[in-house]
């Protein structure tokens, strides 16, 4: 069974930082591109960070870029957020995806193959 699991979320003050982490199990990830989304209360799931499978290429939404670092670990079948300088906006559930298609994961940004079960991030004020 294919699963992807996050962990690392919690509760931080505003200006603090946060790493996620999103390990996947059931097949290899490596041909798979990955990426963070996130759903705050009351609003859609909206784009976070994308990365390629090769870790070569990575894309930001504008609110993030800058201050959160997606990057993959060695075995491929890892990806990590490293979210720094964390505002009160960025309280929401983050959800890892992958998919093989760059387009549908990191431009379309919607229909991903496999999601993972979500983690919540709250920043106090």
């Known amino acids: 069974q294919v699963q992807l699991g996050e962990s690392g979320g919690g509760l931080v003050q505003a200006g603090g930082s946060l790493r996620l982490a999103c390990v996947a199990s059931?097949?290899?990830?490596?041909?798979?591109?990955m990426g963070w989304f996130r759903q705050a209360p009351g609003k859609e799931r909206e784009f976070v960070a994308a990365?390629?499978?090769?870790?070569?290429?990575?894309v930001y939404t504008d609110s993030v870029a800058g201050r959160f670092t997606i990057a993959r670990g060695n075995d491929k079948d890892t990806v990590y957020l490293q979210m720094n300088s964390l505002k009160p906006e960025d309280t929401a559930i983050y959800y890892c995806?992958?998919?093989?298609?760059?387009?549908?994961?990191?431009?379309?940004?919607?229909?991903?193959?496999?999601w993972g079960q979500g983690t919540q991030v709250t920043v106090s004020s």
């Open positions: 059931g097949r290899t990830f490596g041909n798979f591109h």
């Open positions: 990365i390629t499978r090769s870790g070569d290429t990575t």
């Open positions: 995806a992958a998919d093989d298609s760059w387009r549908a994961l990191a431009i379309v940004r919607a229909q991903c193959e496999y």
